[in-house]
């Protein structure tokens, strides 16, 4: 009998090792493919924007309630996981990189948040605004307002993330809360943003990944904004921190705008202490273009630095 009984409790054992853990409401299994985890979808109320957004959750293969994991939260969230789901077919590839580099104990299993970005508003949501305010009047700061449709909602965005959509991810997932748990990720306009969203929320953020960021705030290579967003900085973002930083480029048109900012920004963060190698990792990258796909062939060397 005692046999019987053991033999039961080792296939009960087996059997929820293999079962993925289901989050509670309003989170449902999403309807995208991906290659490795598990994928979950909700459509999510925001008081801060008054509208609904919607978030995929992503958790590594093997998640389970026992254990708790970092969190990335990711802008543009439509485009990083399938491809066929996308406008131009092309994805980061999110769960496929990340899957790999989990599975090859490079980085700590972890969950990845895509926050998808509306349409009409997206670069009103993502232009910092504190920073046009300090962009003085001109072509500059009139081609940004007329982009923005002078709706600027990148505070009230960061707030959706920080008062509403953390503490419900943190509520349904098994999830490690503290700030140096807890990254921020995009690129270009999403690469604004998270570093936007950790010197406006650093107690809430420990690292930001900037992928091909559009430090010019528009088209075609300028001082105007750079510069305001040289001085907010030297202003706010906490200094001699203990905060990760990723900043990279690459040198294909549209991205070899960014390069003369990308490379001040870079100064700066050297003279705020945060050093290459050490808090801060930086790199330009020959034949990549403003491209999802260019993203995810090297979205792995960030994921390794914050997830070491």
């Given at each position: 009998m005692k046999k019987i009984l053991l033999f039961i409790s080792i296939i009960a054992l087996l059997a929820s090792c293999t079962k993925p853990t289901t989050p509670e409401a309003p989170f449902s299994e999403?309807?995208?493919?991906?290659?490795?985890?598990?994928?979950?979808?909700?459509?999510?109320?925001?008081?801060?924007?008054?509208?609904?957004?919607?978030?995929?959750?992503?958790?590594?293969?093997?998640?389970?309630?026992?254990?708790k994991y970092p969190v990335i939260y990711m802008h543009d969230g439509q485009n990083l996981f399938d491809a066929n789901s996308t406008w131009n077919?092309?994805?980061?590839?999110?769960?496929?990189?990340?899957?790999?580099?989990?599975?090859?104990?490079?980085?700590?299993p972890s969950i990845v948040v895509g926050i998808h970005s509306v349409d009409t508003t997206r670069i009103g949501d993502l232009m910092p605004e504190r920073?046009?305010?300090?962009?003085?009047?001109?072509?500059?700061?009139?081609f940004i307002d007329r982009m923005c449709r002078s709706?600027?909602?990148?505070?009230?965005?960061l707030s959706f993330i920080v008062n509403t959509l953390k503490p419900m991810v943190d509520e349904k997932f098994s999830t490690l809360t503290d700030r140096k748990s807890t990254s921020i990720m995009g690129s270009s306009m999403g690469g604004l943003i998270s570093i936007y969203g950790v010197t406006e929320?650093?107690?809430?953020?420990?690292?930001?990944?900037?992928?091909?960021?559009?430090w010019t705030g528009a088209i075609g290579d300028n001082a105007d904004f750079?510069?305001?967003?040289?001085?907010?900085?030297?202003?706010?973002?906490?200094?001699?921190g203990d905060y990760l930083l990723y900043f990279d480029n690459g040198d294909c048109p549209y991205d070899s705008n960014y390069l003369?900012?990308?490379?001040?920004?870079?100064?700066?963060?050297?003279?705020?202490?945060?050093?290459?190698g050490d808090r801060l990792k930086t790199g330009v990258f020959q034949g990549h273009s403003h491209s999802e796909k260019s993203w995810s062939e090297r979205v792995a060397i960030p994921l390794q630095f914050i997830l070491k």
């Open positions: 999403s309807q995208l493919e991906v290659t490795s985890g598990n994928l979950w979808h909700a459509d999510i109320f925001s008081p801060e924007l008054n509208e609904t957004i919607k978030i995929d959750v992503w958790t590594p293969k093997g998640y389970t309630d026992s254990k077919h092309q994805a980061w590839e999110i769960d496929s990189v990340l899957g790999s580099l989990i599975a090859e104990k490079k980085v700590k920073v046009v305010e300090m962009t003085p009047p001109g072509e500059v700061r009139d709706q600027y909602r990148a505070d009230e965005y929320h650093p107690d809430v953020f420990g690292a930001a990944v900037c992928m091909s960021t559009h750079p510069t305001a967003m040289k001085y907010y900085l030297m202003d706010k973002f906490p200094r001699n003369p900012a990308y490379e001040m920004m870079n100064r700066l963060f050297d003279f705020l202490g945060y050093h290459e």
